[in-house]
């Protein structure tokens, strides 16, 4: 059974830092750029971040560069996003999904490249 399991989400106010992480189980880890998305309700699903499966090429939305910082740990099947200077736009539920293939800049950060998808954590950051 594939899963994809996000956690870390919380509640934290303007200014400071999360770090969210995306458990993978059931499919061939290393072979899969897992991505970060986020979504509030009413709003199109956002692509955030993304981190490629072997070279470790990184890719962000521009609403959160130099402030996200994606990593991934193979040996544990783990994906980490770091999230610091944390302001209320970034309030939404934040999901890990996983990309079968070669990842491109212009479309490491579409959800339709995405085969595998977690259920999601809970950020909220207060003002």
């Known amino acids: 059974e594939v899963q994809l399991q996000a956690c870390g989400g919380g509640v934290v106010r303007t200014g400071g830092s999360l770090r969210l992480s995306c458990k993978a189980s059931?499919?061939?880890?290393?072979?899969?750029?897992i991505g970060w998305f986020r979504q509030v309700p009413g709003k199109e699903r956002e692509g955030v971040s993304c981190i490629s499966s072997r070279d470790g090429s990184t890719y962000y939305a521009n609403s959160v560069k130099g402030r996200f910082a994606i990593s991934r740990d193979n040996a544990k099947k783990t994906v980490y996003l770091q999230m610091n200077s944390l302001e209320p736009e970034d309030t939404a539920v934040y999901y890990c999904?996983?990309?079968?293939?070669?990842?491109?800049?212009?479309?490491?950060?579409?959800?339709?490249?995405?085969?595998?998808w977690g259920q999601g954590t809970l950020v909220t950051v207060s003002s």
């Open positions: 999904a996983a990309n079968y293939g070669i990842v491109y800049y212009y479309t490491a950060l579409s959800q339709y490249e995405y085969r595998y």
């Open positions: 059931g499919f061939t880890f290393d072979d899969y750029a």
